[in-house]
């Protein structure tokens, strides 16, 4: 589970700014929102931020962006200006990333700082963390030094050696990160004390989604699982979109010709032969979203490719309706369906402007289904939104609760309701309105001339 974030000089991030999951032990309501672990440390499931437009509520989705990114591929290009451009000396100082999570009980610190400007890796660090309060270095780095292996770090002869030798390789290396090199095709057997660099890299990279509101998170498989589709079915029956039915129907090459443009179906085509090539006589199955359209190529075998799209059934009508008639606010609804049928534990969602295209109602609802189908998982969600209908204690408690605002300076600061000690009557949504917790737009006054 995500524990905590820290960044600092991104985007409009200008001083050390945290996030924290951590809940407030003075908060007794919703216990069911919260996860223990261990003795001392109850998590969080969700965070929900609130803040004007241009705020940096979008910058901190970046983060994490961001973070996935330099772990994959190394320092992209297109990050070189995402520097707090507010101040000309940020360009030369460090930009810092930090997440810190918990995994199997055990808590993490994994970082990196870099001179974002020249694309230069400046720091990178991985901290195991303990209840206590005291940590435990498992490797650092600086600049173009080799990364170091932690002094309390217990390895066998065999190990050290091995790690050494992935040290020395990385050496003079500024653009990309120790953790994803010590990932990349090297074999750590099961009990070896390295496997926490693969518990790192694995849960961040698989275990953190974000979405933004141009992604298409749908994932075909659960519309193949009899129990999912009759779950899917239910569940749309609960939103009020007069959809009655979904179902999957197999298609031809001409049909999915029709569907899409042309260069996207050379595209997917072309996929699909180097998948056979590459498979063989393995199945393999291909899923893709668009505006119009959900399809799915699946081949079992040395057998012709199946293409398949989804169709819709409404009310008692006797016709079909295919994806692209249905409203921008039924099709946000089908990406967001996967986080309520997420059957893995341990994820995190990290979605910017949830309520995009949603009735306030659709979006309180959907808030509402997605703690009770997970209130028994480790499944955490984490949105920024305008929606100030959903600031409701019902909901969530206090320090799920925050506020981004920029200040004079269009510096960005992140802070909790939970400072601000509301009363449980409290109306938060008017207060918020009215100004009291700030993040809120403020208007200059204008008056239009006459003749102009």
């Not at 930009?95 to 970082?111: T, V």
């Not at 779950?231 to 039915?245: K, M, P, V, Y």
């Not at 802070?415 to 938060?428: A, I, N, P, V």
Request: glycine share 4%.
């Amino acid at each position: 589970m995500l524990t905590k974030i820290v960044v600092e000089n991104f985007k409009s991030f200008d001083k050390q700014t945290e996030l924290t999951m951590v809940s407030s032990s003075k908060i007794r309501v919703k216990s069911d929102h919260r996860v223990r672990i261990g003795s001392n440390t109850r998590l969080l499931k969700h965070a929900v931020i609130y803040g004007a437009n241009a705020s940096g509520k979008s910058n901190l989705v970046d983060f994490f962006q961001f973070f996935k990114s330099a772990l994959e591929g190394g320092l992209p290009v297109w990050g070189a200006k995402y520097f707090c451009r507010n101040d000309k000396e940020n360009e030369k100082r460090n930009s810092i990333f930090e997440i810190q999570m918990e995994i199997d009980g055990k808590f993490y610190a994994y970082g990196f700082s870099a001179i974002l400007a020249d694309r230069w890796m400046t720091g990178e660090w991985l901290y195991e963390l303990y209840q206590s309060g005291g940590s435990k270095c498992i490797f650092e780095r600086e600049e173009l030094s080799k990364p170091l292996l932690g002094s309390s770090v217990t390895l066998s002869k065999e190990e050290c050696n091995r790690f050494e030798t992935y040290a020395s390789d990385f050496e003079d290396n500024i653009a990309e990160l120790f953790l994803a090199e010590i990932n990349r095709g090297k074999k750590i057997v099961e009990d070896s004390n390295l496997q926490v660099f693969k518990k790192v890299y694995n849960w961040i990279k698989s275990h953190i989604m974000v979405v933004t509101p141009n992604s298409r998170m749908t994932d075909f498989k659960y519309y193949y699982e009899n129990d999912s589709l009759t779950l899917i079915n239910d569940l749309l029956a609960t939103f009020d979109t007069g959809i009655s039915n979904v179902r999957i129907e197999e298609i031809d090459l001409n049909d999915l010709s029709k569907m899409l443009p042309k260069p996207i179906v050379d595209d997917v085509m072309e996929k699909v032969k180097k998948s056979l090539a590459e498979n063989g006589e393995k199945s393999f199955r291909m899923s893709g979203r668009s505006d119009t359209i959900f399809f799915s190529i699946e081949s079992n075998g040395n057998e012709e490719p199946k293409i398949t799209t989804v169709k819709l059934r409404h009310g008692k009508s006797l016709y079909d309706f295919d994806f692209e008639d249905e409203s921008d606010g039924t099709r946000r609804l089908f990406d967001l369906m996967d986080m309520l049928l997420m059957k893995e534990d341990d994820v995190v969602y990290i979605v910017d402007e949830l309520e995009r295209s949603l009735h306030p109602k659709l979006t309180e609802h959907f808030l509402e289904l997605f703690s009770e189908r997970h209130k028994n998982h480790k499944i955490q969600l984490i949105f920024t939104t305008h929606e100030a209908a959903i600031m409701d204690q019902e909901l969530f408690r206090r320090d799920e609760i925050w506020f981004i605002e920029s200040d004079e300076e269009n510096n960005s600061k992140i802070y909790s309701l939970d400072r601000f000690k509301e009363r449980y009557d409290k109306k938060l949504s008017k207060a918020y309105l009215e100004g009291r917790y700030g993040a809120i737009p403020i208007f200059n006054r204008f008056e239009f001339k006459e003749g102009v």
